[in-house]
């Protein structure tokens, strides 16, 4: 275990923001991490944990130690006729264990493919795509908590799963690292295809008995055509999140905007594609120095080269200005902000 010191962060964020961190370790299994944690010289050291910082936005130096969570392993832990229990470490790359999946025709995972990230931030924020969403191939997760070391097992229910959320991004904010993940997948399923646009392709194929594989194959296509690669331009996918608003608020929104999207919500309530209010607001495509919103989908927010934290940052408020003024919505931000 190598505690480096003055650590650039900028390869370690999909936004290539370019800070550093005071202390950085990188961990590969649970024991590492419990001797870690041990330390007495790190006790009052505040502690950020990284996986695949997909889902983050720095906008200073880390004054701490950044943890980067590399613990690897994929293994079919249970199996019978109808279902795999599959348990991956947290450090994971999240797209291998849905080719793994996939590659093994194992359903319930295919929709979240291509989505940046490790297995670990994956219950953190929920992650979904495309009609599904994490929660609903969960079984279970193992973490420890920071402070005292101590192992922990966290089924479905205690994890308060909702839209993008969890207790991880919560109350267990920054208390409790998740080492891995089982999820409960299953042979033999049936793609879920409602979301408008894979219809529309998977009714291109020959055959109308569509795989796990196709449906894979073609939300990696949409995805792959619609969103940047952070590899090429820096971003964190949505940078906020597809707000909930009340039915009566819609229906009148709706008067003044007839072909205003929505999708269906519990508790009388309507989800609004963020993404459209901002292009409403004439900011997809648009370009402030270094920084932007992407020309193909105005909830992702790029940056062009040098940008700093804090650069995006003060293009999201001018945005969520924007969306108040025009839509009385206030956006939230999906992305983490440090
Ligand atoms: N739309 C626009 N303009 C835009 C973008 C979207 O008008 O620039 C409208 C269109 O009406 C479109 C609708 O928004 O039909 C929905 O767009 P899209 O299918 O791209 O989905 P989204 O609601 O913008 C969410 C997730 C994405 C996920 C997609 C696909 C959130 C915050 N984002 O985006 O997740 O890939 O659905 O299911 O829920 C992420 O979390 O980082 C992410 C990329």
Not at 159 to 181: A, D, P
Not at 302 to 311: C, F, H, L
Request: aromatic letters at 8%; proline letters at 4%.
């Amino acid at each position: 275990m190598k505690i480096e010191k003055n650590k650039s962060l900028k390869n370690n964020n999909t936004f290539g923001i370019d800070v550093s961190a005071r202390k950085y370790v990188e961990i590969y299994d649970e024991d590492e991490l419990k001797q870690l944690l041990s330390l007495s010289e790190l006790k009052d050291e505040a502690k950020l944990v990284l996986g695949g910082g997909s889902n983050i936005l720095f906008t200073h130096d880390y004054n701490g130690i950044v943890i980067k969570n590399s613990i690897p392993g994929i293994k079919i832990i249970f199996e019978d006729e109808k279902l795999c229990l599959v348990k991956a470490g947290a450090g994971v790359i999240w797209n291998d264990l849905v080719l793994f999946a996939v590659e093994k025709n194992l359903g319930g995972i295919e929709n979240l493919i291509s989505i940046p990230g490790t297995v670990g931030a994956a219950p953190v924020q929920n992650i979904g795509a495309y009609g599904e969403e994490l929660q609903n191939t969960f079984h279970s997760l193992k973490g420890i908590y920071i402070e005292t070391g101590k192992e922990s097992v966290f089924e479905k229910e205690e994890c308060k799963f909702g839209y993008r959320e969890s207790i991880f991004k919560e109350e267990l904010k920054e208390k409790f690292i998740i080492t891995s993940v089982i999820l409960e997948l299953y042979k033999n399923s049936q793609p879920v295809f409602n979301y408008g646009t894979i219809k529309n392709e998977l009714e291109k194929l020959p055959s109308v008995n569509y795989s796990i594989k196709d449906v894979s194959d073609i939300i990696a296509k949409i995805r792959n055509d619609k969103l940047p690669d952070p590899t090429a331009i820096g971003n964190a996918g949505s940078f906020f999140k597809n707000p909930e608003i009340d039915k009566d608020q819609f229906l009148e929104l709706k008067k003044e905007h007839p072909e205003i999207p929505c999708f269906t919500s519990p508790h009388n309530k309507v989800k609004i594609p963020a993404g459209w209010l901002v292009e409403k607001c004439g900011w997809k495509g648009k370009r402030i120095k270094n920084v932007g919103v992407h020309e193909k989908q105005a909830l992702v927010l790029v940056n062009y080269g040098y940008a700093t934290g804090e650069d995006i940052l003060s293009l999201a408020q001018e945005i969520k200005i924007s969306v108040i003024k025009k839509f009385g919505i206030e956006l939230t931000e999906e992305v983490n902000i440090y």
